[in-house]
């Protein structure tokens, strides 16, 4: 991502937003989403504590999710995720985590329930 001091004042002010829902992106992510690193935008919500991403035609959960510490909840329902990522557990704010209707098969046996 470019640095926050180069973004419009309007984009600079919506890093104090606590809730984003990013519903349908791949039906649009053919004309107006960079094919991949779009959601790398996410970390300059840096007071985020509720990321929905269901319905979104994931496959896994990008990286800098991870770095989302003040994810409260997090909504990856509706998607095509096969596997919870290890990374799941660096979202130590994480306290609610849907991911109904998914390609899961088991769940790791260190997510509490």
Known sequence: P???HEQPA?????????DVKLPFLHSRAQSS???????????YFNSLQ?????????????ECVYQL??????N????FIEVVPHGIAKLQSLHVLH???NRLSDLP???AL
């Open 2 to 4: 470019q640095d926050m």
């Open 10 to 18: 309007s984009v600079r002010s919506l890093r104090n937003m606590k």
């Open 33 to 43: 989403f960079p094919k991949s690193g779009w959601l790398d935008d996410l970390l």
């Open 50 to 62: 509720t990321l929905v991403l269901a319905d979104n035609s994931l496959c896994e959960l990008p």
């Open 69 to 74: 510490v003040t994810l409260r909840e997090l």
């Open 76 to 79: 990856l329902s509706t998607n």
């Open 99 to 101: 991911l109904h209707s």
């Open 109 to 111: 046996a260190d997510l």
